[in-house]
């Protein structure tokens, strides 16, 4: 199974802030990997996939990059709605499927 | 509109059989590319994939769990179901399904993504 890490685990950041995450898959993925944001008690939102393109409707603050092991999610302008956790997710052994262990964004 | 509503029971015991159901709204799993996706959410943890069923009735199931899982359709009713059998307390979790369709990305192919969610159904195993 192709495995997920991300880092940081957490991350403090203000509002206006640049803030970046990265995953990173235990092999080589090509550019099929997702990020999502998941605020307390609710369910996750996806943000990005296939590595950069941004879903209908997510805030171009939000991009992505990267591929093979190596994928980025950066936040260009910090706002107060975007203090949430992140998940990344492979999709390249699709039907099998793997989330890395999120990132937390909260307030310094 | 496109929405999922997991439901099911709120308290099991260990060893009991778990069965959830995604009833969905406002999309067709016969259509092409199209699957629905059982993930599960410990209190505090990560998300855990379980499950995918797709329009042409295929199934897999998570390498971990795979002994324990079913997931079936019932297309008429609009319903994808998920049991999980000798339920032990660890599996106490928020269980959320999603549809899972196939994106076409230009120059690359098609990816698969979860894009809409269920409110999750929270699950607590305990005797």
Known sequence: DIQMTQSPSSVSASVGDRVTITCRASQGISSWLAWYQQKPGKAPKLLIYAASSLQSGVPSRFSGSGSGTDFTLTISSLQPEDFATYYCQQANSFPLLTFGPGTKVDIK | ?127
């Open chain 2, 1 to 127: 509109q496109v929405t999922l509503r997991e439901s099911g029971p709120a308290l099991v015991k260990p060893t009991q059989t778990l069965t959830l159901t995604c009833t969905f709204s406002g999309f067709s799993l016969s259509t092409s590319g199209m699957c629905v996706s059982w993930i599960r959410q410990p209190p505090g943890k990560a998300l855990e994939w379980l499950a995918l069923i797709d329009w042409d009735d295929d199934k897999y199931y998570s390498t971990s769990l795979k002994t324990r899982l079913t997931i079936s359709k019932d297309t008429s009713k609009n319903q994808v179901v998920l049991t999980m059998t000798n339920m032990d307390p660890v599996d106490t979790a928020t269980y959320y399904c999603a549809r899972i369709p196939r994106i076409a990305v230009a120059g690359e192919g098609a990816t698969y993504a979860f894009d809409i969610w269920g409110q999750g159904t929270m699950v607590t195993v305990s005797s």
